[in-house]
């Protein structure tokens, strides 16, 4: 970033400090992603041995806990449970913070900006403080314990963030193309799905992959308003209940951990610079 | 709305009808901007503000799961604060942000600095160092869990290995001290992307004069970034920080599944503690009051956060 006029040697020292410098840092990102896959693939005879070396395979690469994870388990209905919560609860998020996003970012009404900051402090308010009540609430509607509980309740989180960020794109669309399309006769629904809509589709897609990742990896509610083993989300079930007892099988674990998070790895390769600008833009929680 | 109702009048729909003055109302700037945020607006009164003022009324009463409770005034406040464990976990969760939000801070500006050097692989380079924090936490914690078991811990056997350490090494997740270590360490790397990701974006936002006007001047790297790149960030850097406090100091995820509080209750943060008292013990007024002991500190970070953002 910063060239001035340098010898070429002194470049090329510090493109090697550079390098030299991340090292640790992409080692210490990657390394327990490495060892993970690793475990995943190695017998259970070397696994729980003291005298082989944890950090790669000996003895052959092994399916058996994959195996194990597909025949013995409900692993399939958890991701099936994981995939139905997160496109369902994405979509009911995408629908009510688009036209919330719109409706703050472009029109004048009375309450606009007090609206606009209710749904910030919503944002920054964490589910580790709702957690208690929304679980009454679940029983009460009659959910508890169904992967509607979490339908219902992820837009808690994902609305918020999404009008937030989907507030962004609508500011930047100029006023004067919309007033066209009205003094036009097009009515202001149509101007909103045939006008603000296209020109918004970039926040779209980060909102519809920011979803996804989001209650896909989402823990503290999936873990307490769902016990039954049959409605768990991959990400509990995994955790949950691949233990018995006090006895961890830390091959399966591993492989079940490595293939739930599958997913949202694929949409993170494919769509890496979206997730940049994301982050960037709404500085989501992290 | 004047411009709505001419434009309608323009478009020869018959004027008189039911329906065509439905319309007409609804074509009305804030009648149409009330209704769409009416979805929005329900959502956040039912399943936001009416559990939170839920979670207020449970920490006054000796609510149980199973069942609704009596008034008991400020009973539960003062039974948990009476008790050691929450007193620990008080001490923990500031103990625990305050350090990690530090690593997080140090290490992420230095990341992004490097990071926004022009390197060959630098997309390849992103992308690497910010994958811990698109995988689910819960997982990935889960791979850390092994990597600290008592037996076969792989940081051990490295450590050892190269003489760092003397056989049999720390039993992590046995101890306090070294369990809050190892709950830092997770945080850390899990949280570190989203600082250097930000950052670095703030980083390429300054204009490239800034650097040049200092080098001409004879200005040190070291000067270059105290005087000129560290003031610029300073927004940026402000509302990272205040984001990653929330969450930091609400973290569940990694206390949960590394070491559920344990051992004997002293690795317990706010979430962590209410958790166990409210739905494990079933004890859900003591566990609102416990999470409710979260919210100055949420205050307070709300009022910054709110105040940042109207200065800009």
């Known amino acids: 970033m910063i060239t001035g006029v340098r ?280 | 709305m004047a411009v709505g109702s001419r434009a309608l009048a323009a478009t020869g729909v018959q004027a008189p009808g039911r329906l065509a003055r439905v319309r007409e109302w609804w074509e009305q700037e804030h009648i149409f901007g009330y209704g769409l945020i009416l979805p929005a607006f329900v959502l956040i009164t039912c399943l936001v503000a009416y559990p939170f003022g839920m979670a207020i009324y449970f920490s006054l009463s000796d609510y149980w799961v199973g069942s609704p409770g009596s008034f008991v005034g400020l009973a539960n406040f003062r039974d948990i604060l009476g008790n050691e464990v929450f007193r620990q976990a008080v001490w923990n969760s500031f103990v625990f942000t305050a350090i990690a939000l530090t690593c997080k801070a140090v290490l992420g500006v230095w990341l992004a600095l490097l990071l926004a050097r022009n390197l060959r692989g630098k997309r390849l380079l992103r992308g690497a160092v910010l994958l811990p924090w698109v995988i689910p936490t819960a997982l990935s914690t889960l791979g850390w869990l092994w990597m600290f078991d008592s037996l076969y811990s792989v940081v051990n056997w490295t450590a050892i290995r190269l003489g760092l350490m003397t056989a049999p090494g720390p039993n992590w997740l046995g101890i306090s001290s070294y369990a809050m270590l190892a709950i830092i360490t997770v945080n850390v790397w899990r949280g570190l992307p989203f600082f250097a990701i930000t950052v670095l974006a703030g980083l390429v936002s300054i204009p490239r004069e800034f650097y040049e006007a200092a080098e001409v001047d004879g200005a040190s790297s070291f000067r270059r970034f105290w005087f000129v790149t560290l003031p610029l960030l300073k927004p940026v850097l402000a509302v990272v920080i205040l984001f990653s406090t929330i969450f930091t100091f609400n973290d569940f995820n990694i206390v949960y599944v590394l070491t559920r509080g344990g051992p004997m209750n002293t690795t317990h943060l706010f979430a962590t503690l209410a958790y166990q008292t409210g739905l494990a013990g079933g004890n859900l007024g003591q566990g609102a009051a416990i999470s409710l002991f979260m919210l100055p500190m949420l205050g307070m970070v709300v009022f910054f956060q709110l105040r940042y953002i109207r200065r800009e």
């Open chain 1, 7 to 286: 010898s070429r040697a002194a470049r090329r020292r510090s493109i090697a400090f550079g390098y030299a410098n991340l090292v640790p840092f992409v080692f210490f990102a990657l390394f327990p992603f490495y060892f993970m896959l690793v475990t995943s693939f190695k017998s259970n005879a070397e696994l729980y041995s003291l005298k082989s070396i944890p950090l790669w395979i000996q003895n052959g690469v092994i399916l058996d806990h994959y195996r194990y994870l597909f025949g013995r388990t409900e692993f399939l209905t958890w991701i099936k449970n994981s995939l139905i919560i997160s496109v369902a609860s994405t979509g009911i998020s995408l629908v009510i913070a688009v036209l919330a996003g719109y409706s703050l970012a472009r029109l004048r009404f009375r309450g606009v900006g007090s609206f606009g900051t209710a749904v910030f402090i919503t944002y920054l308010v964490p589910p580790t403080l709702l957690f208690l009540p929304l679980s009454q609430v679940v029983v009460w509607l009659g959910i508890a314990d169904t992967i509607w509980a979490l339908i219902v309740t992820y837009p808690t989180f994902l609305v918020p963030f999404s009008t937030w960020l989907l507030m962004g794109y609508f500011r930047t669309i100029p006023r004067e193309i919309e007033e066209c399309a009205l003094v036009d006769g097009a009515s202001r629904m149509q101007t909103l799905t045939r006008i603000a809509l296209p020109m918004a589709i970039p926040g779209i897609v980060c909102v519809i992959l920011f979803g996804f990742t989001l209650t896909w990896n989402e823990f503290i509610y999936a873990l307490t308003f769902v016990s039954q083993t049959a409605n768990k989300t991959a990400v509990v079930g995994v955790t949950a209940d691949l233990i018995r007892g006090d006895i961890y099988y830390w091959g399966s674990l591993m492989a079940g951990a490595v293939l739930a998070s599958v997913p949202v790895v694929a949409c993170y390769v494919f769509f890496l610079d979206y997730y940049v600008s994301g982050l960037t833009a709404g500085a989501v929680k992290g």
